[in-house]
């Protein structure tokens, strides 16, 4: 594994630097659920862990690869659903069902994306707006899975094996937080490896990328995969962790939609960008329905809805304010 | 079998063209601005929000808040254009998407927070739930008379706008807006202008049909989703930028959902609706009669 | 064998010929151009050669190798390089990533690949832009990225299309200096030109398209004394007038 070494694309102090900062965000981490221990401080951090993941998960394929896609959600319903019926029937382990889950959503993916990727821009985006609506709707119209009324997941012992816990959400926190480590990591390789340029370059220009040997659709289906395999994966946890699943929560358009807003406003097709965005949009969520109650309901999408407009005065996300030459400058200033 | 089949497909039609009319306002938007108003669907909401209130609070039956809620819708249509579409049109492509998607999710969300999420109907209106009988190839068909109110109002009012842009000096400014800006402003066009009007009729239309919505459709927050995405598989099957095409989808999405409906499982008509969408959008993504992009 | 071999292509667009039967061979080594008229087709030949349309009738064999109708990533695997007339450089990369981007069609090492990019940064005279992003280029910089790329990716023939329109004289000179370049480490070339004082000292021998239609094909000497190139380029008009200054 030679090929294991870091590569230094660019500079390597850069490399150095980011990985410092990386430590120390990963401690940081670790920390918080002691220093913000309410039960509802927790359930937060547990939402904005787990839509960086999906966030991380959808810029492989909206972001670095420039194909918006807007049916997420359903592969997280699949994700979902898989473990959790896989259990129910077969009595298959959640841990199994999250891969086998993951399995699947790229099947459903390969079948029914493959030929969207022929369309271009917004084309695409409501293709696969379209696609997941279908999915809900045979969902929700499907007796076998539970139909609207959804699944309850029985309740076993806790245990990490089981994937349950009742008296604490701490180890969901920390197998978020793992997840959110390991898709950093997978998207770091994959930015400095041959698949991260191939996808940028068919975001710059399909017809270039073409012509310099990049089988494009196949480049396409590889990103989506990726990127629905991780959001079914997702799907599991948060099956595991709400321990009940329907069709209206699990799946609606809101869901699709935030899982691709959260890395756009962090920045598409950075690594950071998800990390930025998830927790702007879920504290912001989470906190506009805990103090306004059932009266304030539709505050919290409010805020989604005005950040989504807000979006057109900065295009490239949060992380474009730590790209331009004054923020640099004023970085080497801080640093001697 | 026959006549119920008749009636599946008369039901059909005149939801078509209320469909219709919400897709001409989105074709007419996409074809001059090359924006897609994701928020469409949440101006019709508002206009059928608009026509309920002045039925409740002021007695004004919605025939004839008609003739407040359009000009309403047109001057809203004026002001966000003013205020966010200017901006919205200059963005990169992706991000003017999903910005139109904010601002329909912001206007529902802000329904939902005033008016909350009940579902609402006007009682007695000045057409009521009247019923004409109809007899087709023997049969006895009925037609609601607030639905073919809606879809007559509906078909006239997309006459209307047609005849406007093919027929007038004003619409053939619009039309050489839309088929190529920078060459209609060396033209002499106020293209800035052209943009305004467009959006502002786009919206207008969705008043016209929401106002018509509210004798007889169940009204709330969440109202205008499935308008605006049975509008967009419309405009896409009639091809983006084209009102008569937007007709003809509109029509089409109507008798698939009412037929679909009636052959297959009803709960999946919706479902049926998006598939032709995605094989039309997949094998075909210019539509039929498209004229610009 | 030829290196290239083009047999009776035709490429018809809803019933406008584009390419009318063309046939072309084209030997190891050499540096072929191809000239004519605006819309006489060479763009579109470059296009059916390349993958990027679909042949209507006629074959395109290299090294031997059937190739019509490959798509256009397995044309450039195949060894065959291309470069845009309008410029299609992937603005939010910088110069060395664009490169990168041709190298990984022989590498999947990125170090390697970066490797390969530096030295054909520094072949082609980009070495000290590697860091810039390709919309932050001038347009002669980006022409010279393309060629870059197009040669990242290892090609046998490299196919220029109008790699100096738009350039000043002295960058022209620098480009023939470049291809010229590229003819020596064995790569065999086909250029579409405009600029006719360029490509004639260039090229070993010139193919003239007009109409679609190929009207002469010799070495660059006879085809600039060639009536038909000259009554296709400048008008039977002109060709008239010149004649009769002639006779007088």
Redo the contacts between chains.
Sequence with gaps: MGRLKPLMVRQPRIFWRKNYIFALAFALLLALPFIFTAHFQHHVMIKVLMFTFLGCAWNIIGGYTGQVALGHAAFFGIGAYTSSLCYIWFGLNPWFGMFLGGILAVAVSAVINYPCFRLHGRYFAIATLALGMIIRLLFTNWRLVGGALGVRLPLLPESLWNFQFHTTKLPYYYIALVLCALIFAILYKIERSKLGFYLRAIKESEEAARSLGIDVAKYKLVAMSISVFFTAMAGTLYAQYILYIDPISLMPLMTSILICVVPVLGGAGTLWGPALGAPILLIAIEYSRAWLGGGGRGIDYMIVGAIMVAIIFRPGGLTSFFQGPRFRQWWRRIRG | MSELFIQVVIEGLLWGAIYALVAVGLSLIWGVMGILNLAHGDFLMLGMFGAYWLAILLGIDPLIGLLIVTPAMFILGLGIYKSLITRIVKAPRLTALLATFGLGIFLRNLAHFLWRADYRMLGDTLVGDRVITVSILGGTNFISVPKLLAAGGSLAATALLYWFIKRTKTGRALQATAMNRQSAALMGIDTERMYMLAYSLGIACVGVAGTLLTNFFIIFPEVGIMFVLFALVAVTIGGFGSIHGALIGGLIIGLIESVGGFVGIPALKQALVFAVFVIVVVLRPRGLFGWAD | MKLLEVKGLTKKFAGLVANDSLDLEIDQGEIVGLIGPNGSGKTTFFNCI?G?YPVTKGSVRFEGREITNF????I??GGI??T?QLV??????TAL?NV???A??R?????R??EIAEELLEFSGLPEKK?IL?SDLTIADKKRLEVA??L??KPRLLLLDEAMAGLNPTEQKEAVELIRRIQREGITLLVVEHVMQVIMPLCERLVVLDAGKKIAADVPERIANDERVIKAYLGERYYAKRATLRSE
């Design positions: 390349c990027v798509p256009a990533h397995k450039c695997k390089a291309r845009f299609n450089t992937l603005m939010n990369m990533e990168m981007v041709g990984f069609c590498t999947t090492n990125t170090n690949a970066r860091d390709g790329r197009a990242a990716t």
